[in-house]
């Protein structure tokens, strides 16, 4: 992908919001893990008062994907960007959300825990963690207020897409704080953190992820990659023809023949 200051025209990953998230985990006292969670500010023209994970575009000063996702952390949360107090974990695969936005996650692990947050107050009203395995369980990791009692803590809607086939599932977890006003933790949010919780506990959820016949990701990107006019507009920007794209049915094939080459490989 070229650098913007490489082309005059406008970036892909600026122009079509290509996002990078950091998923900061540290440990708790009794060892098990937790994941910072950020309350965004209820003036902010989108997702106001959302629960949420630091991240954003890049910045022409980015080197790489690590480097966008600590630099936002930095300045939403006060994250420290030394490598040596937040290591890195690893970097997810992308992630397809709504209205034409290609997230990918960043892991790392906060290991000085004399860290205090500096909030950006115009972007972040509060910050919160959660534990990490409760996104593995349909049942709360906490001890249920009064008011809350009548309310499920894991919930799902699966919903369809007039420009996409088959539908998708929106996860939802309550955080506990909703008698506070803090919103549950919801879409793109909760499937990072699903995802990051069954890479770190090395166990699937006790509840069914995706809708029947939800695409995968892969192939969600890339028929939004294919056919989304959006995403279509970067590509020519970018000088890719979208028609050579593969279609998402033969991304499925070539998706099936790795996966038994692995297989193989492990025999």
């Known amino acids: 992908m070229k650098h913007p200051s490489q082309n005059s025209s406008p970036s892909l990953d600026n122009v079509y919001r290509i996002y990078w998230l950091l998923v900061a985990l540290f440990v708790g006292r009794m060892g098990d893990l937790y994941v910072l969670l950020s309350r965004r500010a209820s ?7 959302d629960t949420s994970l630091p991240g954003g575009k890049r910045d022409p000063q ?11 952390a930095f300045e939403e949360i006060g994250l420290p960007l030394d490598p040596q107090k937040v290591p890195l974990l690893c970097i997810l695969e ?17 290991l000085d825990n004399t860290l205090r947050p500096i909030l950006n107050t115009p972007e972040v009203t509060s910050l919160f963690s959660h534990p990490l395995i409760s996104f593995l369980h349909s049942e709360p990791p906490f001890a249920t207020e009064p008011e809350m009692l009548e309310m499920k803590y894991h919930t799902y809607d699966d919903v369809s897409s007039s420009t996409r086939p088959g539908k998708v599932r929106l996860h939802r977890f309550m955080t506990g704080r909703e008698t506070g006003g803090t919103k549950p933790i919801f879409g793109l949010t909760a ?14 959820p006790d509840f069914e992820v995706n809708a029947p016949g939800q695409p995968s990701q892969e192939q969600r990107i890339a028929r939004a990659l294919k056919h989304d ?5 970067a590509a020519a920007l970018e000088g890719i023809d979208p028609g050579r794209i593969p279609e998402p049915s033969a991304l499925r094939r070539q998706v099936r ?11």
């Open 43 to 49: 003036t902010l023209r989108t997702y106001a008062g």
């Open 62 to 72: 980015d080197h790489n994907i690590e480097l966008t996702a600590r630099r936002e």
């Open 94 to 110: 992308p992630f397809l959300a709504g209205n034409s936005l290609i997230v990918t996650p960043v892991v790392v692990l906060i």
């Open 191 to 204: 499937a990072i953190l699903i995802r990051v919780a069954t890479i770190g506990y090395a166990r699937a």
């Open 229 to 233: 006019p959006i995403f279509r507009e």
């Open 257 to 267: 023949t790795r996966d038994k080459r692995r297989a193989r490989s492990k025999l």
